[in-house]
């Protein structure tokens, strides 16, 4: 959807500021909150999909002025509310009222490093052959989706290049609502600048974007 997470293409926020050094976690509530963010993940009661789009689908008021794990730790209690698992009164006086709702699976302390160590691949077997090859110019289709999209809005009615082909992976659009993995292609797409932001982009700047298959529609074609 189109949010304030969307700051690849906004203007008026100024240049990314590198942190020099910059620890992994600034505070222990950090820690925490990234801890039990993965602990409720690894449940199953929802998807790596539904847990971006539980951040980014945040008022753009409200996720601008958040932390970046103060971001983690709304869209955290959001989804645990919304699933039935504690109630917004249980959260706020951290005090169980009602028998806590069964969870598929548990993270264990001598599980972690293991599990995690192995990651969560999102690859999957190609429902058909590819649509596009290395080199094909392709167009970001004008979409404007009121439901979570991996595509970011400035790139949209853009035209592009396939850079790589990656296989096909779950498709993060139907899989944060919970309607099925729907696996599709993936691809690099390279944009310049330019093409972006007209004269106000960098001459000789490019910018790589990973886009789904329905992202995309053969240059040429109305978008």
């Known amino acids: 959807m189109n949010g304030g997470h969307d700051l690849g293409g906004m203007m008026g926020f100024g240049p990314v500021v590198p942190e020099p050094g910059e620890p992994v976690f600034h505070a222990e509530w950090e820690r925490r909150v990234f801890a039990m963010a993965l602990?409720?993940?690894?449940?199953?009661?929802?998807s790596l999909d539904a847990s971006r789009s539980a951040r980014e689908d945040m008022p753009p008021a409200e996720y601008?002025?958040?932390?970046?794990?103060?971001?983690w730790h709304t869209a955290l209690e959001r989804q645990i509310v919304e699933n039935a698992l504690a109630t917004p009164d249980e959260i706020a006086h951290g005090t169980p009222v009602i028998p806590a709702r069964p969870v598929t699976r548990v993270l264990r302390a001598d599980a972690v490093g293991p599990r995690f160590g192995s990651g969560f691949p999102s690859d999957r077997p190609a429902p058909g052959p590819a649509r596009y090859a290395v080199g094909d110019a392709v167009v970001a289709r004008n979409i404007h989706p009121v439901g979570h999209t991996r595509l970011p809005r400035y790139v949209r009615g853009r035209t592009g290049t396939i850079e790589r082909m990656h296989g096909a992976f779950v498709f993060p659009d139907t899989n944060a609502r919970g309607a099925g993995e729907s696996p599709q292609w993936l691809y690099t797409v390279g944009f310049t600048a330019t093409a972006l932001w007209g004269e106000t982009g960098a001459v000789g700047d490019y910018v790589i974007v990973a886009a789904f298959e329905s992202y995309l529609e053969p240059a040429g074609t109305s978008t």
């Open 39 to 46: 602990a409720m993940g690894f449940t199953g009661t929802w």
């Open 64 to 71: 601008l002025s958040a932390s970046y794990y103060a971001i």
